[in-house]
């Protein structure tokens, strides 16, 4: 006989290849009067599921999951875990959960004609749909909070590398957007352990500056978004086209080019005048599949000239299943080995 003492019903979907795990079951009632209260309960009170659901055996490093909650102010209500940190803000993972609710019925063409509103700990985004003749989704435009560059050329310099450039760009997290070209990085999929090294490198040293002149909260860590801006010949029509490779951990990096990192750069180009506001940016991951941003309007936000961006990409289910942890489970809570 098999005796449980967790259970969880999750369906697994990926952005541009990277994971998105949403708990439909198994997540005690959270309480709270909005979307972070509830968050922060979980993180206090539950964060042994955390590493449960998305460390090894049962996820590995770079898995990302998402918690659907109630919402008193948008349709729905979701916050981001992953096995390190609690993200703010997950784009590909919103996108995911968008496909998720379509795969079990929740989300149709009659449901959600256009769109629907979702809340996360950054705020509330617009979850635009593309429907397809077959009542199948087609295609997702997530509408983020507010992105805008808050820093411009942080520098430091780097035992073996030399002096390194970087903007300080918020997404709904923070990102440290650094240009691989001089730094000899090559983006792709044979070159992912040197830039996972470097990257985290970069990341420890960049974050030490970032909070020593406050530029951040010390609770916060800018991840490193490394960016290879295309010839303007190999990205015909478009107002500008780059690859992303998104390094958050020396063990972990984004395979989707990054919502909300995407966000941030489309922030950066309009601040330093390389797109117009409406204006598109193509981001690529090493796997060769975009995401297509607009800029979409200007706003402000503390006192930053800021842009509302809005991310055009499309998620596909992989699995759905159920997590369990059998009783006397040496490894209980999972593992993570860097």
């Known amino acids: 006989m098999l005796g449980l003492d967790a259970s969880f019903s999750v369906v697994d979907s990926h952005t541009a290849g990277h994971p998105t795990r949403v708990v439909l079951s198994g997540v005690p009632p959270l309480p709270g009067d909005s979307v972070r209260a509830r968050r922060d309960h979980f993180r206090k009170h539950h964060d042994d599921l955390r590493p449960l659901l998305l460390h090894e055996p049962r996820g590995h490093a770079a898995m990302v999951g998402l918690v659907p909650v109630p919402s008193t102010i948008a349709d729905y209500g979701a916050f981001f875990i992953s096995s390190y940190v609690y993200l703010d803000m997950c784009g590909h993972g919103t996108i995911g959960y968008a496909r998720t609710l379509a795969a079990t019925g929740a989300l149709t063409r009659e449901i959600a004609p256009e769109r629907f509103s979702l809340e996360t700990p950054a705020g509330v985004v617009d979850v635009r749909l593309d429907w397809a003749a077959d009542g199948g989704l087609a295609g997702v435009r997530l509408r983020n909070v507010p992105s805008y560059l808050a820093a411009e050329d942080v520098t430091i310099t780097l035992d073996g590398v030399g002096e390194v450039r970087a903007d300080l760009a918020y997404g709904g997290m923070w990102y440290l957007l650094v240009d691989a070209g001089p ?64 390094v958050l951990e020396a063990n972990k990096f984004d395979r989707s080019p990054c919502g909300t990192g995407t966000a941030a750069r489309t922030a950066q180009l309009v601040h330093r005048g390389r797109i117009p506001l409406g204006g598109t940016y193509r981001a690529e991951n090493l796997l060769g599949v975009a995401f297509a941003a607009t800029a979409a309007a200007g706003t402000e936000v503390a006192g930053h000239r800021a842009v509302i961006v809005e991310i055009a990409g499309n998620a596909h289910i992989i699995a759905f299943s159920t997590i369990v942890r059998e009783r006397g489970d040496p490894l209980p809570t999972g593992f993570l080995c860097r």
Request: proline share 6%.
């Open 183 to 246: 730094l000899g990085l090559a983006l792709d999929s044979e070159h992912v352990t040197p830039a996972l090294s470097l990257g985290s490198r970069l990341k420890a040293a960049f974050n030490d500056v970032l909070h020593a002149r406050g530029l951040i909260d010390p609770s916060d860590m800018a991840s490193v978004l490394f960016y290879a801006d295309a010839d303007p010949a190999d990205a015909p029509g478009e107002a500008a086209a780059a690859r992303h490779l998104l």
